[in-house]
């Protein structure tokens, strides 16, 4: 197998992967923090507005569910598998940099594909970038946008293949374990 289709698989899995860590990170543990803590700004809101001494009860009633509901959010930001998430997203920046550099050393100088003229014409130059002289031919395309190029395609297959999809809402907040069910 040539060296560009390497590159280019090199960076598809690369991208793959670092597309399935952003996408699980936004996953169902994000969302349900995120809910979490509107509640929480909800319920503080309710508890001020009932802060009277004829609402006494009601106000101390929602200010301990708000607690219940912050001890539950500081109990699930606690669990710590984000930051193990985002060391091997870094690890895979990493790579990915190092893979890309190296490329470009490796195969500077010469070009890696040749398109017809009349079919790159627009963008000749663009391709031959920073070889726009005269010993290279026109309709070649160097390695500097060759490894752009397969950056960018192989990020849009990922994300063609594994689509970031939103769960779908609730209806009614989830309830806690120091919720009253009310009937």
């Not at 669990?79 to 870094?90: K, L, M, N, Q, S």
Request: aromatic fraction near 6%.
């Amino acid at each position: 197998m040539e060296l560009p289709a390497l590159l280019f698989f090199g960076l598809l899995l690369l991208n793959v992967t670092r597309w399935l860590i952003k996408r699980s990170q936004t996953g169902f543990l994000q969302q349900h923090k995120s809910r979490l803590a509107r509640e929480i700004a909800s319920l503080r809101r309710q508890a001020e507005a009932l802060n009277t001494p004829s609402t006494y009860a009601k106000c101390a009633k929602l200010q301990r569910l708000a607690n219940a509901k912050e001890q539950e959010l500081s109990a699930l930001q606690q669990h710590g598998d984000d930051d193990v998430r985002a060391r091997i997203a870094g690890a895979m920046a990493t790579v990915k940099v190092i893979l890309m550099a190296l490329a470009v050393v490796m195969l500077w100088g010469r070009p890696l594909l040749y398109i017809p003229p009349r079919l790159s014409s627009p963008f000749s130059k663009l391709l031959l970038f920073p070889h726009t002289s005269s010993y290279v031919e026109m309709g070649s395309v160097t390695v500097v946008p060759w490894v752009a190029l397969c950056d960018r395609v192989s990020l849009l297959i990922a994300r063609s293949l594994f689509p970031l999809r939103a769960l779908e809402p609730r209806t009614k907040p989830l309830q806690t374990v120091h919720e009253d069910k009310e009937h």
